[in-house]
C-alpha cells in the first residue's frame, strides 16, 4: 500500500469487523460498513471544500467518527490534526456537540458535530451528514507516499511514512486478523494512529476504542493496561 486510503479501499470489504466503538451512531462496523461509510465522510468532506492540502481538525472521542473522519481527509489527500489548539486554520472542525463552539476557525470553515446536537444551526450533524452521501470518492492522483497527512506542533508525517512503520509494527506485535487493538492513548500521538488504526487495518484485525466491549490482546498505552501486550506510541518507529 502506497496511501491510507488504500485501507479502505472497495476491494477489502468484508463482514470481519473491523471497528468497537462506545458512542456513535453505529459503534460496530465490519470492513463493508467501514469501507462503505469511510467513502461516504470523504465524499461529504469534499462538498466542504476539503481537497490535497487542507486541513480537517479532529477532537477525539470513543466514537467512530474521528476514525472515519480520518479515512474521508486521508482519501482528498488532506492534513488532520488532532487535539487542535482553541484557534487553528482549518477547513473543517469534527469534534463532539459539546465542545465544538470552543474552537476559534476561519469564517468559511464547517464544524461537524458528533456525539449529540448542537444548538447552533450553522453546526452540521456529522451521521446525519454523512450518511445521505454517496459512497464514491475517488482519490486524487496527487496524493502519493510523500503527501503530508498527520500533522502535530513538531512536524508532519506522510502517507507511507505512516504506512512503513504500521508494517513494522505488525511485523514486531505479530498481529493477526483475529487480533483487536484497544486504543488507550491520544490520537495526539502519532504512534497511536499508527498501533491502533492503521496497523490492525491493514491486516483484517480490529480497532477497539475506549469502553467498547471486546477482548483483545493488544493495547496502545502510554501506561500498564490489562492487554498482554502494550505497546508505547513513543517507540513506534516514526523516522
Known amino acids: 500500500m502506497e496511501t491510507i486510503g488504500e ?55 470513543a466514537s467512530g467518527a474521528p476514525i472515519l473522519s480520518l479515512f474521508g481527509a486521508a482519501l482528498l489527500g488532506a492534513r488532520v490534526r488532532f487535539d487542535p489548539p482553541r484557534e487553528i486554520d482549518a477547513r473543517v472542525l469534527v469534534a463532539p456537540a459539546e465542545s465544538i463552539e470552543e474552537y476559534d476557525l476561519p469564517p468559511s470553515a464547517t464544524r461537524v458535530a458528533y456525539d449529540g446536537e448542537s444548538d447552533d444551526p450553522a453546526v452540521e450533524a456529522f451521521g446525519e451528514s454523512v450518511w445521505s452521501e454517496n459512497p464514491f470518492c475517488p482519490t486524487p492522483p496527487e496524493v502519493g507516499t510523500g503527501t503530508a497527512f498527520l500533522t502535530t506542533d513538531e512536524r508532519e508525517y506522510a502517507h507511507g511514512e505512516l504506512l512503513a512503520a504500521a508494517e513494522s509494527v505488525v511485523e514486531e506485535v505479530g498481529i493477526d486478523a483475529g487480533d483487536g487493538v484497544a486504543i488507550r492513548a491520544s490520537f ?28 483483545t490482546r493488544v493495547a496502545v498505552s502510554e501506561g500498564t493496561a490489562p492487554e498482554s501486550v502494550v505497546v508505547d506510541p513513543a517507540d513506534v518507529p516514526l523516522r
Do not use: M, W
Not at 22 to 31: A, C, K
Not at 191 to 210: E, K, W
Open 7 to 61: 485501507l479502505v479501499a472497495r476491494d477489502r470489504r468484508s463482514r470481519e469487523p473491523a471497528l468497537r466503538a462506545r458512542t456513535g451512531v453505529n459503534p460496530r462496523y465490519d470492513y463493508y460498513q467501514l469501507c462503505t461509510t469511510a467513502h461516504k465522510t470523504g465524499n461529504f468532506l469534499s462538498h466542504r471544500g476539503v481537497h490535497a492540502g487542507e486541513t480537517v481538525a479532529i477532537v477525539e472521542s
Open 188 to 215: 495526539s500521538k502519532p504512534g497511536t494512529v499508527v498501533v491502533g488504526v492503521l496497523a490492525p487495518l491493514s491486516v483484517g484485525a480490529t480497532v477497539v476504542l475506549p469502553g467498547a466491549e471486546a477482548e
